[in-house]
């Protein structure tokens, strides 16, 4: 089964960057997506196809992947991304979604 | 705009059959080839698949529950509900409906999530 790879935790101070990445096998040949979850929430699709951003999402939300890893980047950090994070991937030899561990996004 | 509302029994026996069921309003249920799916979280834990079926009746399952689920759907009622049997205390989470959007076959994502629901297997 296809196994998708986060780091558990990032810090980054407000104003900066952040940097979530999500580490596969050639994930580069698979289409990925990004959800954001807050505490006591319903995640929320924040980038879909790699780089693509739904309706409503600010474009300080971006994405990238090439070979083994894929990206999510958050400019500009604000107190209210602080949030779970997970990268998402379908796998078509086994036909089924694979979702990262998730990454807990800390805004010191 | 599309909501989802999932509803059931919060309390489950282990050996039982867990049973929800999510309403969809704001949009059909067989609208633009739509898929559905459900997708839980054990308390303090990450996302787990559980499957989606196109509104047309095929389903995808997670392997690993493949053997215990059923999704089914009822275009008359605009809903879609989930049956996983012979529940143990390992079934226990926040279980969330969502719309699953299929592309080409492996493009695969959920854009439009309810808030979920707490299900508790317990005697």
């Known amino acids: 089964s296809y196994v998708l790879t986060q780091p558990p935790s990032v810090s980054v101070a407000p104003g900066q960057t952040a940097t979530i990445t999500c580490g596969g096998n050639?994930?580069?040949?698979?289409?990925v997506h990004w959800y954001q979850q807050k505490a006591g929430q319903a995640p929320v699709l924040v980038v879909y196809d790699d780089s693509d951003r739904p309706s409503g999402i600010p474009e300080r939300f971006s994405g990238s992947n090439s070979g083994n890893t894929a990206t999510l980047t958050i400019s500009r950090v604000e107190a209210g991304d602080e949030a779970d994070y997970y990268c998402q991937v379908w796998d078509s030899s086994g036909d089924h979604v694979v979702f990262g561990g998730g990454t807990k996004l800390t805004v010191l | 705009q599309l909501q989802l509302q999932e509803s059931g029994s919060g309390l489950v026996k282990p050996s039982q059959t867990l049973s929800l069921t999510c309403a969809v309003s704001?949009?059909?249920?067989?609208?633009?080839?739509?898929?559905w799916g459900w997708i839980r979280q054990p308390t303090g834990k990450g996302l787990e698949w559980i499957g989606y079926?196109?509104?047309?009746?095929?389903?995808h399952y997670n392997p690993s529950l493949k053997s215990r689920v059923t999704i089914s759907g009822d275009r008359s009622k605009d809903q879609f509900s989930l049956n996983l049997s012979s529940v143990t205390a390992a079934d226990t989470a926040v279980y969330y409906c969502?719309?699953?959007?299929?592309?080409?076959?492996?493009?695969?994502?959920?854009?439009?999530w309810g808030k979920g629901t707490t299900v508790t297997v317990s005697s």
């Open positions: 704001g949009g059909s249920f067989t609208s633009g080839g739509s898929s």
């Open positions: 050639n994930i580069g040949g698979y289409s």
């Open positions: 969502a719309r699953v959007v299929v592309v080409a076959g492996a493009h695969v994502y959920m854009d439009v």
């Open positions: 079926m196109y509104h047309r009746g095929t389903t």
